[in-house]
T-cell receptor
Framework: RKEVEQDPGPFNVPEGATVAFNCTYS??????FFWYRQDCRKEPKLLMS???SGNEDGRFTAQLNRASQYISLLIRDSKLSDSATYLC??????????FGTGTRLQVFP | DTGVSQDPRHKITKRGQNVTFRCDPI?????LYWYRQTLGQGPEFLTY????????KSRLLSDRFSAERPKGSFSTLEIQRTEQGDSAMYLC?????????????FGPGTRLLVL
């Protein structure tokens, strides 16, 4: 079983749609959680950290459920520029990032 | 530009040759990481340094791979006797130990093709 599992997609959604990505992780000792965005042939870039209480950044909302070892990302009012691969990432002690395979999102006009 | 930089951005080599990549982290960051990414996969951890000390190495890092960070600033990753399976994007990241969430910032990567 992979340490971080994501649905690879692709998710094809129209502009303005709401889309949700889910992720599960296997190590209950994981300490911090992130969503990174990766454009084609580019490096991953931090989209947002994920906090236990849930957090929002504009159109993006991240949730964490430690009991179920489950992380989610919700994107509202999708834009064409949101098209990318979204990587679910956990930080395992002492300080090692474990990446999921990524979920590909394609927003069409 | 004060972000993470990597050199070269692209490298094509023949099987059996040695290659070396360089990473310059964000200047105040004391932690530096190497990852490898193949097509359709997320980055995989290879190794990391805190200052000049190499603190962890993945099982993915065979004895053909060696990484150094001699002065606690830039780092090099060398692959000896390259194999076609080494073809991948090699990503470097840096972070500041003790900062909130200890966010890692990635460089643009070095894309290696072994013929």
């Amino acid at each position: 079983r992979k340490e971080v599992e994501q649905d690879p997609g692709p998710f094809n959604v129209p502009e303005g749609a709401t889309v949700a990505f889910n992720c599960t992780y296997s190590n209950s000792a994981s300490q911090s959680f992130f969503w990174y965005r990766q454009d084609c042939r580019k490096e991953p870039k931090l989209l947002m950290s994920v906090y236990s209480s849930g957090n929002e950044d504009g159109r993006f909302t991240a949730q964490l459920n430690r009991a179920s070892q489950y992380i989610s990302l919700l994107i509202r009012d999708s834009k064409l520029s949101d098209s990318a691969t979204y990587l679910c990432v956990v930080n395992n002690p002492p300080d090692k990032l474990i990446f999921g395979t990524g979920t590909r999102l394609q927003v069409f006009p | 530009d004060t972000g993470v930089s990597q050199d070269p951005r692209h490298k094509i080599t023949k099987r059996g040759q040695n290659v070396t990549f360089r990473c310059d982290p964000i200047s105040e960051h004391n932690r530096l990481y190497w990852y490898r990414q193949t097509l359709g996969q997320g980055p995989e951890f290879l190794t990391y340094f805190q200052n000049e000390a190499q603190l962890e190495k993945s099982r993915l890092l065979s004895d053909r791979f060696s990484a150094e960070r001699p002065k606690g600033s830039f780092s090099t990753l060398e692959i000896q006797r390259t194999e076609q399976g080494d073809s991948a994007m090699y990503l470097c990241a840096s972070s500041l130990a003790g900062s909130p969430q200890e966010t890692q910032y990635f460089g643009p990567g070095t894309r290696l093709l072994v013929l």
